[in-house]
């Protein structure tokens, strides 16, 4: 079983609606979740973060984390052409200063 | 806003030859990484440095690959002999090493192995 996994898209949605990304993972030491976003041909930018389970809100992003399931979701709310790009799931163990472990990413397109 | 700044943006080797690919990390930061992907796969983690000594490594970070902070502000990643593989956007990364800091990236630098 891989350790992160992550279906790669692509998903096109009209703007305006919820997208809904997810990933799963193996590995039960990993505490801190993250949400890259990543253009074509650019480094990943991080999106937002979370510390074991939970939900964390930021403008019309949402993260959830369920460890009983080992799975991560992102949830992004009236989807603007703007946030087409390849969201990238991650995740590292105790520390954050810990490598980072990404999914493959998936490709996402809203369409006008 | 602070960025981790990475040269060349696009690098054309021979295979066999040695390239060194530089970045500047967020000034303050203490711990600094390189992870690198190969087109359509993941991002894939090298090694972490903290220091002035690598902290880990993976098993792609092999006896070709090594990193260095020659003067204080830089990071380099030096592959002695370049194979096709090795083609790969390559990423620097740094963090501040505090708890619930985030790891900076850099844009990354696009090395064709020819």
């Known amino acids: 079983q891989k350790e992160v996994e992550q279906d790669p898209g692509p998903l096109s949605v009209p703007e305006g609606a919820i997208v809904s990304l997810n990933c799963t993972y193996s590995n039960s030491a990993f505490q801190y979740f993250m949400w890259y976003r990543q253009y074509s041909r650019k480094g990943p930018e991080l999106l937002m973060y979370?510390?074991?389970?939970g939900n964390k809100e930021d403008g019309r992003f949402t993260a959830q984390v369920d460890k009983s399931s080992k799975y991560i979701s992102l949830f992004i709310r009236d989807s603007q052409p703007s946030d087409s790009a390849t969201y990238l799931c991650?995740?590292?163990?105790?520390?954050?200063?810990?490598?980072?472990?990404f999914g493959k990413g998936t490709r996402l397109h809203i369409l006008p | 806003e602070p960025e981790v700044t990475q040269t060349p943006s696009h690098q054309v080797t021979q295979m066999g030859q040695e390239v060194i690919l530089r970045c500047v990390p967020i000034s303050n930061h203490l711990y600094f990484y390189w992870y690198r992907q190969i087109l359509g796969q993941k991002v894939e983690f090298l090694v972490s440095f903290y220091n002035n000594e690598i902290s880990e490594k993976s098993e792609i970070f092999d006896d070709q690959f090594s990193v260095e902070r020659p003067d204080g502000s830089n990071f380099t990643l030096k592959i002695r002999s370049t194979k096709l593989e090795d083609s790969a956007m390559y990423f620097c990364?740094?963090?501040?090493?505090?708890?619930?800091?985030?790891?900076?990236f850099g844009q990354g630098t696009r090395l064709t192995v020819v």
């Open positions: 991650a995740m590292s163990r105790m520390n954050r200063d810990d490598k980072i472990i």
């Open positions: 990364a740094s963090s501040a090493g505090t708890q619930n800091t985030e790891a900076f």
């Open positions: 979370t510390y074991s389970s």
